[in-house]
């Protein structure tokens, strides 16, 4: 895969979060066993997609 594809797949990532559908982004992009590193959540797959629903919903775009 190339940095194009992959540059692609980031966006689509981001602009299907930030549009409000987030599950439907971690569905398409995210492995099951994901792990972050993000302090303010848990680091699981599903803590960081939770919080990503709660910001599109105080923060529609």
Sequence with gaps: ???KDYKQI???FLMLASKGNP???FSK???KN???HNIYFKGDRE???IA???NAMKNPS
């Design 1 to 3: 895969m190339s940095t």
């Design 10 to 12: 980031a966006t689509d």
């Design 23 to 25: 599950r439907e982004a």
């Design 29 to 31: 992009y995210v492995a």
């Design 34 to 36: 994901f792990k972050h």
């Design 47 to 49: 803590s960081l997609m």
């Design 52 to 54: 990503m629903e709660d």
